[in-house]
C-alpha cells in the first residue's frame, strides 16, 4: 500500500534534512532520504508546518471516510483529542479526578496519581443503545522519541487498567524512520496492540538501501511479529 497523499503533502526538507529525521543521527537521515526519494518529495519542497497536527488530521479523515463504508450500521465517531470521559467505560473517571482535586492533602495524588483525564489523540467510537463506547484509542506521533513512547504508554495504561467494560483497541500511528526507535514502543510490551506505519512499504525498501544490517533485521522481526503494519490496514482492523 502506498503512501496516502494527506502524509506525502506534509513531508519536506528543513536545512537539507527530511522534516521526520533526526538530525543528529545518520542512520536517521539517510533513510529517511532514502524514504523521501521513493516518495517524490522535492528536495525544493520544504512542507507545511505542524506535521503531527496534520498526521491526526490525515488519521482523523481517513478513519471517518472508511469506517461507514466497511461496516455501514455501525454508528461511528471519530473525533481528535475527546475526552476519554466522553465514552462509557471511563465516565466514572470524572468522579476519581474530581476526589483527587477536592483532597487537600494530596494524600490521593500521591497515592493513585493525578492524570486521569486524558484526550487521545484520535478516538474512535461506537454508539450501542444510548451508551457511546471507546472502540479504538489511535496515538498519532510525527516521529518517535523517548518522552512520546512514555506518553503513549501512559495513556494505554489509564485506557486499559481503568476501563468498566469492553476494551477498546489501543494503537499508534506514525512517520518514524528509524527502525530501532519503532521498535521501541512496536516490540511487544502489552501496552499497545501494534504499530501502523503511514509508508511501510516505501520504508522498507528504503532501510533495505540506506541501512542494511540491524536496522533492516530490527524492521525485519517488528512486521514478521505482527507489531508493525501498514497504515492502510487500520479502518480494516477497527471494522471487525
Known amino acids: 500500500m502506498s503512501a496516502p497523499d494527506f502524509v506525502v503533502a506534509a513531508l519536506g526538507w528543513r536545512n537539507g534534512a527530511p522534516n521526520i529525521a533526526d538530525r543528529d543521527n545518520q542512520p536517521s537521515v539517510r533513510i529517511a532520504t532514502a524514504l523521501f526519494e521513493s516518495l517524490g518529495v522535492a528536495r525544493t519542497y520544504e512542507g507545511p508546518p505542524g506535521g503531527g497536527r496534520l498526521l491526526e488530521e490525515g488519521v482523523e479523515g481517513e478513519l471517518q471516510r472508511r469506517l461507514p463504508g466497511l461496516v455501514p450500521d455501525r454508528d461511528w465517531t471519530v473525533d481528535r483529542h475527546r475526552r476519554v470521559t466522553d465514552f462509557a467505560q471511563y465516565q466514572h473517571l470524572d468522579r476519581i479526578q474530581a476526589l483527587i482535586e477536592q483532597d487537600e492533602s494530596r494524600t490521593l495524588s500521591a497515592e493513585i496519581g493525578r492524570e486521569y483525564i486524558i484526550k487521545p489523540d484520535v478516538t474512535v467510537g461506537v454508539t450501542i443503545g444510548e451508551a457511546l463506547l471507546l472502540h479504538a484509542a489511535v496515538s498519532c506521533k510525527w516521529t518517535i522519541r523517548s518522552d512520546r513512547v512514555q506518553n503513549i504508554r501512559h495513556e494505554a495504561v489509564i ?78 482492523v477497527l471494522s471487525l
Not at 212 to 232: I, K, M, N, S, Y
Open 159 to 236: 485506557l486499559t487498567r481503568h476501563r468498566r467494560g469492553r476494551q477498546p483497541h489501543i494503537v499508534a500511528v506514525t512517520v518514524e524512520p528509524l527502525p530501532s526507535r519503532l521498535a521501541s514502543i512496536a516490540r511487544g510490551t502489552g501496552e499497545i496492540d501494534a504499530v501502523y506505519h503511514v509508508a511501510l512499504e516505501e520504508l522498507q525498501e528504503a532501510v533495505s538501501g540506506a541501512a542494511p544490517g540491524a536496522q533492516e533485521e530490527t524492521l525485519e522481526e517488528l512486521v514478521g511479529q505482527q507489531r508493525l503494519f501498514d497504515f492502510g490496514q487500520l479502518a480494516s
